[in-house]
């Protein structure tokens, strides 16, 4: 059931963005009177469809002015893409035969080189307009909620801890640049390429040397800083194993079978070695400390609750929450950039964590949640907007670099020379996705 959930949400989601990217191509193309030939969700590779509307005869039959229509609309069954075929273009259709006919007003070719740019651009532009609408409703609905990294101590994994972080480290920096969420810490760690991150510890102010080298790792590894809960009790659960055992709202345990407890997952790392067991707990309470038997259960919980971390919210009511989704998007771009600086670094690592649609069904959860949805179809809207700017002929880049190059020189490249390219481009995009597939088929196994 957690599969077909995460399945059909991805699916959802890639068909929603798909159409949204090449409607941006159709739009500009019907502006300036360029014909569209097909407009498929999803490749009809060999010819084979799950719907066409001029190829599926139920439909036909239902809507004969269909035949007649200028463009063919339909569902391949391939879920690798979409596509808009335009009329005159060099495209991942290869259509040639169309290229040795006589060019004719209504084709692609015959249009001024700025009409052409904005044609291929507009699949790029719908996409972060998208993106700016679906984060505009999540700040209209929900708000923005973040844990502010000032006065928030972490809790680091063997990753961090090798860098020089401990558990209760406070962040104060990295390099010249002062975190306000401590929920991009990590993000920000690697994005930025921090040499130097200063922490206070205790009441010591620290400076931590970052190895380089470790930065393609930090992209690899979740969790690097999970927020240090402090283990201070905010209730204790009326059915849970502890209900009768005096803990009260406030008491904080400090030593658990004679090991320091500072935070909750100190504690876990005990408790889970202790499944069924009793322990022997030290709780301070109003400046006295009370030594307490403790109950573990067999999944090593102890049934209490914990103090809520600091959360900072910002309602936005009416327009207030459209600058507020541009900002956010501008803000997301911003970083996405980033990572694949960082991705055309090959010492970094960080192709090591391109995914492909199995590492995207994994960022869904597991049942439907509106909040999620919507803010990961905005985020995955950014990410195949600035993936199809990258200057790779095939993707939307690369026609817009040789447009601009015509633009530029007067000189428009030959078709033989954009068929050559296009071949180029298709054969290095096979190549990421299969670098992204072996990514994830190797985190799988491992």
Request: charge should be neutral.
């Amino acid at each position: 059931m957690v599969f077909l959930m995460k399945f059909l949400q991805v699916v959802l989601a890639l068909s929603i963005l798909i159409v949204v990217h090449e409607f941006g191509h159709f739009t500009f193309a019907k502006l300036f009177r360029i014909r569209v030939d097909k407009f498929f969700l999803f490749f009809d590779a060999g010819g084979t469809f799950l719907f066409s509307t001029r190829r599926s005869k139920w439909f036909t039959r239902l809507c004969p002015s269909a035949l007649k229509w200028e463009t063919e609309y339909g569902i391949g069954w391939l879920p690798l893409g979409g596509y808009c075929k335009i009329a005159g273009m060099i495209d991942e259709s290869m259509d040639l035969e169309q290229m040795k006919r006589k060019p004719q007003s209504w084709e692609f070719r015959t249009h001024n080189p700025w009409q052409r740019l904005l044609v291929m651009a507009g699949g790029v532009l719908y996409n972060f307009i998208f993106a700016i609408l679906a984060f505009s409703l999540i700040m209209a609905i929900w708000g923005e909620s973040y844990i502010p990294n000032k006065g928030t101590k972490i809790y680091p994994n063997d990753l961090a801890q090798e860098m020089g972080f401990r558990a209760g480290d406070e962040i104060l920096s990295f390099d010249d640049y002062v975190p306000e969420n401590f929920g991009m810490l990590q993000a920000d760690l690697a994005r930025r390429k921090v040499r130097q991150a200063r922490v206070l510890r205790g009441s010591d102010t620290l400076t931590l040397y970052i190895d380089g080298a470790m930065l393609g790792d930090v992209l690899g590894t979740p969790m690097m800083f999970d927020l240090a809960v402090p283990f201070c009790i905010d209730s204790v659960a009326a059915d849970g194993v502890n209900a009768g055992s005096g803990l009260l709202k406030g008491d904080r345990i400090t030593a658990v079978d004679s090991q320091e407890v500072r935070f909750l997952q100190d504690g876990r790392k005990i408790f889970s070695a202790k499944l069924g067991q009793t322990v022997e707990a030290v709780v301070s309470r109003g400046g006295e400390d009370i030594i307490m038997p403790l109950q573990v259960d067999s999944l090593g919980r102890i049934g209490v609750y914990m103090q809520n971390p600091q959360i900072i919210t910002r309602k936005y009511h009416g327009l207030q929450a459209l600058p507020a989704g541009l900002k956010f998007t501008v803000s997301t771009i911003g970083g996405y950039l980033r990572d694949l600086r960082l991705l055309a670094t090959p010492s970094s690592g960080a192709y090591k964590s391109v995914g492909s649609f199995i590492a995207i069904g994994q960022v869904f959860p597991s049942v439907w949640d509106w909040y999620q949805f919507t803010f990961l179809l905005g985020l995955f809207s950014i990410m195949l907007g600035v993936m199809n700017l990258l200057p790779i002929p095939g993707l939307d880049g690369g026609h817009i670099v040789f447009t601009l190059f015509e633009i530029v020189t007067g000189r428009k490249p030959s078709d033989r020379f954009m068929v050559a390219a296009q071949m180029v481009g298709m054969v290095l995009l096979l190549g990421l996705m299969l670098l992204a597939f072996g990514n994830d088929i190797g985190r799988l196994i491992h």
